[in-house]
């Protein structure tokens, strides 16, 4: 049938459709609550600008930190070396600067006691101590600083520990990737499986404290990196592409609305060192997970180029069974059923760009990224009907050889504006994503019924769908005092989604093909978002506070044409939202802090969960989306405390969501046929407690921990369910540079009740060994993921005409891997020992809006 292809709009014409005028009459208690909040902000602001424009020379007089960066011989100077000045109070970034041509460098700075880091890729990371500011000494010349060298000319300097896996910080908790050895050879769904709180089910969603109500970002902007479904895209993205991943659970307004329980942001890698450095991986493992990566940069004066590659072949045999009991008025009977799969695939991952710097204060960077991937999938599902006394009264095998290809082009391109006044910074991007996944398959169904006619079927699948997408966005921070900021910001996104999906059978195994009209449709879905948002923080004493409000416009409409209906259905939904954000920071001592935070965020519906078409390749088992459903709400609140002490990190967090219009998926029953459909449930109430930890005990041995135990009710629509469960991670990690690094890490996840039956619990075990070669350039390492063979996703449904009890595993038996790794220029980045932060004004999350 004809495809639909409905291109998006200039941004003029959309405006247009709006119809901003309905809108207004529609919200206007809203808008008016809006305009109030608005004059709030310019008061707040005019307030504190007023307070801070105070006489010149009525303020505490400044001081300054000088000295000059070499490397380690002494006998070259280091340009854009990074000084960072923190606080002894609280650990918080208070200034810094880089280094001019000569090395050197001078920073202004009020009355205080302070650390400073210095920073040079390829040079390791150094930490100055006991720097006193005040009426003793308003300067301190620190003369020359030579990194990386073990004889330095001032004896507070020192260099330690490598950078932690964990990075404790109020608002958000970062995971370096490549620290942690469990991760080797892995996807970005096996990494994201690994990490604390995180989950992902059977279907490859993932989940955050219990809720798959999460955004999953790239590089702190939405990317066809992932894929259409989300799940896919990351089994195809190789991990070793990626640098960290930050978890966000309660964002501010400058953050997408989107994602109730928060916010997953992957930051690939990406080197800015000057001159030529890079690493170079190769990889093998089995199951058969063969792959090599690039990771290099070229940086002049004025222009850095970077380049990210990687490759990667992967098999995964999969295997699981589902047990059905049909209990009816007139009969009950068995169908037990046996699921073999193997996917197996090359997919290559490509992203390269450059910045160019125009002056230190003007940047801009120009990027590409290209993913391309091709898999070849069998599944073989086998039934066996039983009756009442489960003897044997028929069988049937259905074999589905599916191709699957994958196409993702995007472009970004960001401008970055630093202004004469420190902190004042505008930020520009524009992004472009085109998509394409094609999945054809080929079914043999074969059925034989004791007394009855062998029922013998081929049947072939068409599946063509693909995504483009436009996002503008715009930031700008103006700061209005010492430790004050005012921020807005401007996104516009606008995406258009098509899938045309066709079914054709052979009943008489004749090789003419026939259309299926019941199964065959052409879906469209076209979303678009407005944005703004306003912001405001500041910090008294040992108080920090932020306020911040923030305004989205959806625009949703799909389009459903199949051939066995007359007419097209068209489904709109245009809203107007208010997400209000705040937080308040109390600095009880130099190394314990205590946040209380809220923000509203919202969870509209997924392009699969709205796209009513039947997934085939299971004819009992039918997975199938409801273009009806609302958008989910969620109101989160979160106290946490957190203590940074120089060897350890301990974060505690009382968190509680309520969400309205929550979504699960219901199963019903019809002729031994069960149907899975999202559905909005009513409300939800989620009340839980985390706890973070890391800590040092030696130079060799570290151990991190987290413990998510939490309370989840749902109620709506004569379903209930009342939960309580939890989930612990623990690792062990100890390194001797002479010997090896050796990792232990195991996972639990307990039982939790579901609004039809029982999540089962599942639990993994994982061990690591590296070991540094060839003058600490190289690097190899051996993990086996799932060493007891454990990690398996059992559950069952209860309802009033039947019972299923069921088991899945994405990858059957232990996985082992083996890379190697070699640096050209390039040293272990190095950190702090502790690697947390309480400044809840973090780096890493590049253009983020």
Known sequence: MPKTNMQAEPLGRCLQKLKLYQVYQK????????????????????????????????????????????????????????????SVRDSSL???????????????????????????????????????????????????????????????LTVQGERTQMELQLDKKIYNIGKDLSNLGGSAADLLANLPSLEIDVDGNVSLRGSENVQILVDGKPSGLIGLSGSGGLQQLQGNLIESVEIITNPSARYDAEGGAGIINIILKKEKAKGFNGSFQLQTGYPANHGASVNVNYRTSWINWFVNYGVSFRRSPGAGFTNNFYNRKDTTYYIDQLNDRNREGISQNIRFGSDIYFNEKNILTLSASYRDSDSDNKTTTSYEYLDFDRSAIGSRVRIDNETEEDLNWQYTTNFVRDFNRKGQKLNLSIQYQNSNEIEISAFDDITRIIGETADDLDQRADNDNGQKRTLINADYIHPFSQSGKFESGFRYSFRNIFNDYQVESDSTKSGVYEEVNELTNDFNFDEGVLATYVMINNKVGKISWQMGTRLEHTNLETLLEATDFEDEKLNTQNYLSFFPSANLTYGFTEVTSVQISYSRR??????????????????????????????????????????????????????????????????????????????????????????????????????????NFYNSQTEGLGLSANTTTFSFRQGNYYRNSKLFNAQMSIWYRAPQQ????????????????????????????????????????????????????????WRKGPTVTLSFIYRINQKKQRQRSSGNRQDGEGGGFEGEF
């Open 27 to 86: 919200w206007r208690i809203l808008i008016l609550a809006a305009r109030y909040t608005l004059l709030l902000f310019v008061a707040l602001c005019y307030t504190t600008f007023a307070h801070a424009q105070r006489p010149e020379g009525s303020g505490p007089p400044m001081g300054t930190i000088s000295g000059t960066v070499t490397n380690e011989a002494g006998d070259q100077v280091l340009e854009f070396a990074t000084v960072a000045v923190h």
């Open 94 to 156: 208070v200034g810094g600067g880089i280094t001019d041509a000569k090395g050197s460098f001078t920073l202004q700075i009020k009355p205080g006691k302070y650390y400073l880091k210095f920073n040079f890729i390829g040079q390791e990371e150094a930490i100055i101590s006991d720097i006193n500011i005040g009426r003793g000494s308003m300067q301190a010349n620190l003369r020359k600083m030579a990194l990386g060298s073990s004889n330095l000319e001032l004896d507070e």
């Open 602 to 707: 919202i969870n509209r519906p997924r392009y699969r969960h709205l796209n009513p078409f039947v997934t085939y390749s299971d004819p009992l088992n039918i997975y199938r989306g409801n273009p009806d459903l609302k958008p989910q709400l969620t109101n989160s609140y979160e106290l946490g405390i957190l203590r940074n002490k120089e060897k350890s990190s301990i974060y505690y967090g009382i968190y509680h969501r309520y969400t309205e219009d929550v979504v699960q998926r219901i199963q019903t029953e019809t002729d031994g046929i069960t149907t899975r459909m999202p559905n909005n449930l009513a409300t939800r109430n989620d009340i839980g407690i985390e706890l973070n930890l890391s800590k040092e005990f030696s130079k060799q041995f570290r151990s991190t921990g987290n413990f």
């Open 754 to 809: 579901t609004t039809q039956g029982e999540r089962l619990g599942m639990a993994s075990l994982d061990v690591g060994l590296s070991k540094d070669v060839m003058k600490n350039n190289g690097t190899i390492s051996m993990n086996v993921r799932d060493l007891l063979n454990t990690r398996k996703y059992r559950g069952e449904t209860i309802t009033e005409t039947f019972t299923t009890n069921s088991q899945f595993q």
